[in-house]
């Protein structure tokens, strides 16, 4: 069975940083793309960014510029470096492996628990 299990949220001050991280496990033999979205109470949950085995990453216009996306294929490993927080960042982030091949079968999408991302003012 594929899990994936998020760490690194937390509160930090506006201006401030953090970085999440995200393992995918389960006998895992590829992932066609690794990203994380965001969602807030009673809305939809939305994109922030993502990134293809091969690399190529896309990014929400709000977090462009601010957030850097990156992976470990060899360790089935996400990131998402945030900086210059704003209040307006805070959400709770959910990580997720599109396109995954494992041992047990292929799995189109596949989700982690969510972590969540307090910005104080």
């Known amino acids: 069975q594929v899990q994936l299990v998020e760490s690194g949220g937390g509160l930090v001050q506006a201006g401030g940083s953090l970085r999440l991280s995200c393992t995918a496990s389960g006998s895992i033999f590829t992932i066609n793309s690794m990203g994380w979205y965001r969602q807030a109470p009673g809305k939809q949950r939305e994109l922030v960014a993502n990134?293809?085995?091969?690399?190529?990453?896309n990014y929400a216009d709000s977090v462009k510029g601010r957030f850097t996306i990156s992976r470990d294929n060899a360790k089935n490993m996400v990131y998402l470096q945030m900086n210059s927080l704003k209040p307006g960042d805070t959400d709770v982030y959910y990580c997720n492996a599109a396109g995954v091949y494992s041992r047990n079968g292929y799995y189109s999408n596949k989700w982690g628990q969510g972590t969540q991302v307090t910005v104080s003012s």
């Open positions: 990134i293809a085995s091969g690399g190529s990453t």
